[in-house]
């Protein structure tokens, strides 16, 4: 892992160039930030599409300039002064190394978000498991208690989207910002891969979480130890750190690495590491910030709608983060009473071969659907479609153009569905009919576009083909589970 690299260049005799790698919504982002700070942007992308081509002509406009079906090079003497990583690019391909090695600064997306934001408290969650939804209860919470606290990353935003809402003062520019609040933003809530950690070296949050470790992306890190120590680094970079009691891994080096830290724990306060953290006790989550401190209870666990041990140990880090940010008692209870992680919303059914199925029937309307859209990792294979309702499709739209990779459509809105996205120059649409239809040819468009989520998120009430919105979520669960027996 690259450590810091030192500030970006303030200043150079004519107009700096960077070019960022990966035309996805982060990329975007970063190139738009990077145009608004003075730089000449280069964007490149190895894949070329018709969506694709529609965002070069669209980043035309605003003086940004986007080569598709490129793979950067390092040959010539117009060499970049920055390079600007997505957060799926791996971080040791050979440009990168080429880049390192010839002294060109390169970090990725999230990096940059910092160095606009850094200012401003942050709260970095990551971990193997567990990430998305304590980011969003965190965030959940954080804005109960009236603050203006978005959550990006791998959750929400792009980080470098808030960074543009943001002025040279710190106040939100209220034609680009993420929330409607006049007010600066207070905190940022991002969700942290251990591809943005990597790419990432002087980010440093106020909070710090982690919420498991197994083994996973050995792929790109190869081995446990070096994934297990970029995860690391972003905790010893942080303040305060938030580390969950009963995952197995994290306790077995807590102890040794982490004593200090707030620990939680499901199992009670005799399995707390040290002598602070957030546990679970009678039926309540409880404070204890130190060994001379009395415990004191903030939120009764019944208040949580999601289920299982594991959303309890969720509840648990996200407590802890409002906590140490100093949000009273009434916010947590009433965000957690109000969080909406229940069956068929956002509702996480499996993962087959690297492709998480998310059910999200309870989106029965196009707000509902957005915030489906908002709420997961993308590219994203959407499937979408019932008995249409009325409403205003733009914002939906809009974010199907941004995250999805392909739209699978069902039922009797279909066809006007289809004729819709058409009209709004969306041409990566299918119209299969029906789930039994839908959920194979969505894992093998999931590997064709590499995307790591099928959503079904349909937009529409469930009664041209089901009883209600919950059989149609049981349904997409049963053909997602035998698909992954099969």
């Known amino acids: 892992m690259v450590l810091n690299q030192g500030p970006l260049p303030q200043s150079m005799p004519t107009m700096p160039k960077a070019h960022v790698i990966g035309l996805g919504k982060s990329g975007i982002a970063a190139a738009r930030l990077l145009k608004r700070e003075g730089w000449e942007v280069e964007l490149g992308d190895r894949n070329t599409s018709l969506d694709l081509l529609k965002q070069q002509q669209e980043l035309a406009i605003e003086q940004i300039t986007v080569k598709l079906g490129y793979s950067l090079e390092l040959n010539d003497s117009d060499l970049p002064q920055l390079i600007v990583v997505s957060p799926g690019v791996p971080w040791d391909i050979p440009v990168l190394i080429q880049a390192r090695e010839l002294g060109i600064k390169t970090i990725g997306e999230m990096e940059l978000a910092w160095q606009h934001l850094q200012s401003v408290p942050w709260v970095g969650i990551t971990g193997t498991n567990g990430k998305t939804t304590t980011t969003a ?32 003062q710190g106040q939100i520019n209220s034609e680009t910002s993420p929330s409607s609040s006049d007010n600066q933003i207070d905190w940022v809530i991002a969700e942290l891969s251990s591809y943005q950690i990597e790419s990432s070296s002087s980010l440093a949050p106020r909070i710090g979480v982690w919420t498991t470790f197994t083994p996973d992306h050995l792929s790109r890190h190869k081995t446990l130890e070096n994934y297990y120590n970029i995860k690391a680094h972003l905790l010893r970079q942080s303040q305060l750190q938030v580390f969950n009691g009963d995952d197995p891994y994290l306790r077995k080096v807590g102890a040794s690495d982490w004593f200090d830290a707030y620990w939680t724990s499901v199992k009670g306060k005799d399995d707390l590491i040290g002598s602070q953290g957030y546990y679970i006790e009678d039926g309540w989550v409880v404070e204890k910030l130190n060994a001379n401190s009395q415990p004191e209870r903030i939120v009764e666990v ?24 100093g949000i009273d008692q009434d916010a947590i209870v009433r965000a957690i009473s109000t969080f909406g992680g229940v069956p068929h919303r956002l509702e996480h059914i499996c993962t087959w071969e690297g492709i998480d199925f998310i059910n999200d029937s309870k989106a029965t309307n196009y707000d509902a659907a957005e915030v489906g859209l908002v709420s997961v990792k993308s590219p994203v294979i959407l499937i979408a479609g019932g008995e249409a309702k009325a409403g205003d499709d733009t914002n939906w739209i809009a974010k199907i153009k941004d995250k999805a990779a392909c739209v699978l459509l069902i039922g009797a809105a279909a066809p006007a569905f289809a004729k819709k996205l ?3 120059g969306y041409q990566n649409y299918e119209i299969v009919e029906t789930m039994e239809k839908a959920v194979p040819r969505s894992a093998e468009l999931a590997k064709h576009y590499q ?8 937009a529409c009430a469930s009664f041209d083909q089901y009883a209600n919105f919950e059989q149609r979520g049981d349904h997409f669960r049963q053909l997602c589970l035998e698909l992954g027996k099969g």
């Open 422 to 424: 058409q009209e709004e």
């Open 451 to 458: 995307a790591s989520v099928v959503l079904l998120s349909p």
């Open 137 to 168: 209860l965190i965030a959940a919470i954080f804005q109960q208690a009236g603050l203006n606290a978005p959550a990006c990353g791998n959750i929400g935003y792009a980080a470098c989207e808030v960074a543009l809402s943001v002025g040279n």
């Open 302 to 325: 019944s208040a949580l709608r999601m289920v299982g041990e594991h959303n309890q140990q969720n509840l648990l880090m996200s407590v802890a983060a409002a906590r140490l940010a």
